[in-house]
């Protein structure tokens, strides 16, 4: 524990960053054993009062990260700069990093939650993908262990805006089951920070609808490294830092099979998943002056490179299904010929060049590149057979299979390819005006070239008549130039009071139109409660049409469409306190957004099928709360509750069906109906604990309820989402040692800092849940919704080796 000695003070002004100089918002700044509390602003800005000519001990705490205690004794200085990095609680507890700062970062003033990384790598989870603990917060949905894909308050898969560096990062085109999807592309070994936003964000932020996650990679100090292996697949990072610390550098790679997974599933054949990538960021400090004591320079490079190669072959062998009612239960039994091949391999990139001219003033230079190359081959032909099934105490015997209903064959080829590649180049810039005024401004160009050739057709041979179910063939490339720029103001009025406004343009060439997006966010406390603070936001959102948006289920470009609207209006309020003589912090906001040019879409499994038209209106409303914390001490945790209600307005949707007989009722407008992402309640949750005077000795349990989603035969607008999904139910757990090998004496001789074990059970409750549903017929022209469940209950051994 430092101590400083200074003269006379009566203010402390400081700073609070993490060890990579992010600024944290809402770290507790308090004067131990007194009532005196504080937060710090959207620039990590704090002050504080102490007593005069006595000695004084400052308390800084931030959830995920370690408490830091400065004592400042009898001073005769009436102002004291502190800058204060605190260290993740993963680390052993550095000294108190103590100068004067005018720092220029800032950060939001709106909705946002910040995560541990230490947690991302040590939530248990199928794959050990990075994006499970975003699906135990509050507005999330992911309603799919084995997918990283996740949809916000309503809004689908590709209404998420995902930063890295600064570096904006795209998800795979032609992916249709989560079984091909492979790994996220964040690697949790390599992250420092982590931001994630669900309404509300500022202009500086890009062209979507429903969320920011922004991640920042570290930057070392030293040699370390990591080696995660399991039944699984394994995981390699090194990082390090050059003498003078100028230049740094982390690499991860990762590897994932599962086949264990696919075994547990109900299709049996043989599986061959493999998913690789690689990562490497590279940072250098290029300034004249540099000095390893005060970083980071005037002038810094951060080089981002990634490369990913996801192949999936499957030889489908048999699958069996039971489903219906009490009254009547369907076996359904499939036995397959041919295979399935997946290949995505993507390259993505990027460099981020900053510039700080004085203390007040820097830019950035930000340039990308994605270059993906994506193939699905599939010729699978499914021969079903439909057995009536006796019920418990009806028939010879229990789940005796009594009548063949019905006999057919399920033809499906694919030949499609896609290959994309995305340029982008960004300059921002930053001036801290003084302590009170902030103003960014930043521009953004962007090339796409897009060649997508599609070719698949679906035959159905039931009782020798063959049906041609989907027919699809096209080549089609698209060339286009995107445009971005924005400019805001943050303002702190006062110690109490912070307004950020701004505005936002996107241009593209493709449908010539321009949108224009004003936004603000206020964040106030009360005088005399300074542990609450109440947050506000309201703005315009738009999402230019991407490639996925343009093509329609019959494979043809709308060039025409127009970029879908959303009014973001979003009121919360934070509650900081001490319960058990430990920090919590309870989160509570409303939200309500207003969608115009919706372009509807049909969910299959992880893939959407948009209808490539702006022909319907939407609005999503709701509650997340969400309470965190030192449950157990030292061990962060959160419980979570979302209640939402999403309703969507096609123009044209008519015809009403009868649900049992499908025949016509009458014809009138449906009005509003629900959104494929209408899950209205969703709880989710994260616990650790550990042995009593034993904390090597840990548990993780994690896990996510939710009311089940709407869904319904795929091309008939008239009955669109008029069934419901059953409950999603989905808790795993582990159980963790973690052995110390390093300690002080020898941490110079001994390489190896420590060992993690875990012992994981996957699904604990063994729930079957559904992830979409096949439609097949019999003689009689039934239509059966056949369930495909996701994995069942399965054992898994991981650990990780430090050093």
């Known amino acids: ?373 994506e193939r699905e081959l599939r010729d699978i032909a499914a021969s079903y057979l439909f057995y009536d099934v006796s019920p418990n105490g009806q028939g010879r015997s229990s789940n005796d299979m009594v009548r063949n209903v019905e006999a057919g064959t399920n033809l499906e080829h694919a030949r499609n390819k896609l290959a994309a590649r995305v340029f982008t180049l960004e300059n921002r810039y930053t001036w801290q005006l003084n302590g009170q005024n902030n103003i960014q401004l930043g521009v953004k160009t962007s090339r796409e070239k897009i060649a997508d050739q599609l070719k698949e057709y679906a035959l159905t041979d039931s009782a020798d008549y063959i049906t041609l179910n989907q027919s699809r063939a096209s080549s089609l490339n698209l060339y286009s130039f995107r445009h971005q720029a924005y400019g805001q103001h943050t303002w702190q009025i006062d110690s109490l009071r912070t307004i950020n406004y701004g505005v936002r343009a996107n241009y593209w060439t493709v449908n010539q139109q321009l949108v224009i997006s004003p936004r603000v966010q206020l964040r106030a406390k009360l005088p005399n409660q300074p542990a609450w603070i109440f947050k506000a936001a309201a703005g315009y959102y738009y999402q230019p049409p991407f490639y996925r948006e343009l093509r329609n289920q019959a494979g043809e470009l709308n060039t025409n469409l127009q970029a879908q609207k959303s009014v973001h209006v979003v009121a919360g309020a934070e509650h900081y306190f001490r319960s058990w003589s430990r920090p919590f912090k309870w989160t509570s906001e409303i939200y309500y957004k207003r969608l115009s040019n919706v372009i509807p879409y049909e969910v299959d499994n992880v893939r959407l099928r948009y209808f490539a038209r702006n022909n319907a209106k939407a609005y999503a409303v709701g509650l997340d709360m969400r309470v965190n914390g030192d449950f157990i001490k030292g061990a962060e945790s959160w419980f979570s509750l979302g209640i939402m209600s999403t309703k969507e307005d096609i123009t044209g949707d008519s015809t009403i069906y009868d649900l049992n007989t499908f025949k016509l009722i009458k014809k009138e407008p449906l009005g509003y109906i629900r959104r494929p992402t209408d899950q209205r309640v969703t709880f989710g949750f994260y616990f650790q604990d550990h042995i009593p005077n034993n904390p090597s000795l840990k548990l993780y349990l994690n896990g996510v309820i939710g009311t089940g989603l709407p869904f319904s035969p795929p091309g008939n607008e008239s009955i669109r989402n008029q069934y419901n999904m059953p409950f999603y139910r989905r808790v795993d757990v582990g159980f963790s040692k973690l052995v110390s090998f390093r300690t002080i004496e020898s941490a110079k001789t001994n390489p190896l800092e420590s060992l993690w074990i875990s012992l994981e059970v996957l699904n604990l409750i063994a729930a079957n849940n559904v992830v979409s549903y096949s439609y097949v017929k019999d003689i009689y022209n039934v239509t059966y919704a056949v369930p495909n469940y996701l994995s069942s209950r399965l054992i898994n051994l991981r650990f990780i080796a430090r050093f």
């Open 1 to 373: 524990m430092p101590v400083l000695v200074f003269a006379q003070t009566t203010t402390v002004n400081g700073v609070v960053t993490t060890e990579a100089g992010i600024p944290l918002e809402y770290a507790s700044v308090s004067l131990k054993n007194t009532q005196q509390l504080t937060h710090t602003n959207a620039a990590g800005r704090f002050t504080l009062s102490i007593p005069s000519g006595k000695e004084a001990s400052i308390l800084i705490r931030y959830i995920g990260f370690q408490e830091q205690e400065v004592i400042i004794k009898e001073t005769a200085q009436s102002v004291i700069n502190l800058k204060i990095a605190l260290v993740s609680s993963a680390q052993n507890l550095a000294p108190v990093i103590i100068s004067g700062t005018n720092s220029a970062n800032n950060n939001t003033t709106g909705s946002i939650m910040r995560l541990s990384p230490r947690i991302s790598k040590e939530i248990p989870s199928v794959f050990n993908d990075f994006n499970k603990v975003l699906a135990t917060l509050p507005g999330v949905i992911s309603n799919n262990e084995l997918s990283s894909t996740y949809s916000v308050r309503g809004g689908n898969y590709d209404e998420n805006l995902v930063y890295v560096n600064g570096i904006e990062i795209y998800r795979p085109f032609l992916v249709s089951n989560a079984q091909q999807e492979g790994l996220s592309f964040v690697n949790p070994d390599l992250v420092q920070d982590i931001q994630f936003s669900t309404g509300g964000w500022q202009p500086r932020w890009g062209d979507k609808l429903s969320s920011v996650l922004n991640i920042e990679y570290k930057k070392p100090r030293k040699l370390a490294g990591s080696v995660t292996g399991g039944l699984m697949g394994g995981e390699f990072h090194l990082e390090n830092a050059s003498k003078n610390q100028r230049a740094t550098y982390l690499l991860g790679v990762r590897y994932k099979n599962q086949q264990l997974v696919f075994r547990s599933l109900e299709t049996t054949g043989n599986y061959q998943p493999n998913f690789l990538d690689a990562q490497v960021y590279i940072n250098l400090d290029l300034s004249r002056n540099f000095t390893a004591n005060n970083p980071p320079g005037k002038t810094t490079l951060g080089i981002l490179v990634s490369v990913a190669r996801n192949k999936y072959r499957v030889v489908p062998s048999y699958r069996e299904t039971s489903f219906g009612t009490t009254d009547r239960i369907v076996r359904l039994g499939i036995q397959f010929s041919g295979h399935e091949r997946m290949e995505y391999e993507t390259y993505q990139g990027g460099f981020n060049l900053k510039h700080y001219f004085k203390d007040r003033f820097f830019t950035e230079l930000i340039g990308s590149a994605l270059l993906t190359h």
